[in-house]
């Protein structure tokens, strides 16, 4: 299993996802490969006793260890012209020889050193060299070699999974595209390991909402998205599988090229047995999150919204559980100060990691779901097993998961959110009915049991090399028979 950023090196969503899933399945061993930015990220799980084996893949610090010095051949500039050209060349034209490349780079990095590559002078040159001669743009400066630099940089430490050895295995399943399926594309390409990928949140989306902000030029910024659309098609043109996590994701998957003859959507679950109906509300009207402290969960919009609730209703409260990810803690400070410029630190609280997630739940009236990009949410559908009525953005599979059992409103939209949930808090009937409604939705359409039985049916067929039959879907392929989710306002 090959993960980025998530299990078992961090907490949240995804990472509950795999534990579930490989302690559900315990006559499968796995082998963890994890890739990680630096050395401070450790396990940070208990792993089941099936996890055999795990290796962190760094993607920042030193190289990874290589030949002996005077043993390793130059790349060749050939395949570094050729590189560079094809990531600069239009998606639809070089995507069969990106995959062809990228191939050549995993071969000459399991005995060269692509890091010393991608960063000697030749690779700057010839990079500047070609945006130079293809830039057109008569106002804008054509990209510098700093600019030059600054791109094989991130290229290179990107690359870093290609360095390392590829694992055998019955099936190698990425949790994840993008850079999470490089293992899994070098285990295939090695040893014919079977790809299967299931992605959460669609990956090239998230790396271009990451990009929006960041900290770089547009050429560079425009190079690596690239360089990201290119991998992310490879990920799903060489999968046998692909398990989207709701049918959002499926269509953004095809309309990057996945075969949907390989699409299996596959909801995410969870066990009712750790999810009772809550028995009672707080006694003022409340207002709970849960989550990872990160910009794509959007505080900043639930704050305002929260301003705009305590103004009408003053007895309300916010409660807001979770950390932020190592070296994200400034997005933390960040959302204590805004509460402090709005006035509101009276009132809502930020009080960390939650020991069991269901006391989250427990503390507020209503349980609200602020992301500008999601999946398919494990605390949406946990706060709905637990009877709790949601308000939440409509991104990503939401409304296919709150159906019409809570009130879905736009992202980064304050005003619209403050009113759904002051309709809730301020309707007790309403929000009692809603809350029963979501808990019996959770129960018949989203438990561990049915996602587990799922890939166990696939890992058997990809691992003894037997073609997976995938049913057609549904027309509009929702669970149930459940309308979509209801706009608030």
Known sequence: MMTEGTYPCGFGGVSVWCDQLIRGMPGYDFHLVAIVATEAEQVVWTLPGNVTSVERVLLWGAPPPGPAAGRRPGLPLRLLRQLIDVLLDSPWRAQPLFADTLRELFDYAQHGNLSTGLASEKAVRLLSDAWRARWQDPVQPAPTLHDAVTALQLLDHSLRPLSHRPVPADVGHAVTNGLGVLPALAAKWQHGVPMLVTEHGVYLREQYLQHRKGPYRWPVKAFHLGFMRRLCALGYSEAETITPGNVYNRRWEERLGAAPRRIRTVYNGVDPANFPALDGEPEAPTISWVGRVDPIKDLETLLRAFALVSRELPGARLRLFGVPPKGRESYLQRCRAL?????????????????????????????????????????????????????????????????????????????????????????????????????????????????????DEIYSFLGSGRPLLIPAPPADEQPGDLLPGSAAG
């Not at 006035?343 to 507020?364: K, L, M, P, Q, S």
């Not at 980064?412 to 009113?419: F, H, K, L, N, Y």
């Open 339 to 455: 509460a402090a410029d709005l006035g509101i630190t009276a009132v809502a609280t930020f009080e960390g990691r939650v020991e069991n997630i269901r006391d989250a739940y427990d503390a507020g009236s209503i349980f609200v779901l602020s992301s500008v990009s999601e999946g398919f949410p494990y605390s949406l559908i946990e706060a709905m097993t637990c009877g709790r009525t949601c308000v939440a953005t409509d991104v990503g599979g939401v409304t296919e998961a709150v159906g019409d059992t809570g009130l879905v409103v736009p992202p980064r939209s304050p005003a619209r959110m403050a009113e759904a949930c002051l309709t809730l808090l301020r309707d007790d009937g309403l929000r009692h009915r809603l809350g029963a409604a979501a808990r019996a939705r959770a129960l018949e359409n989203f438990t561990v049991d049915s996602a587990i039985s799922t890939f």
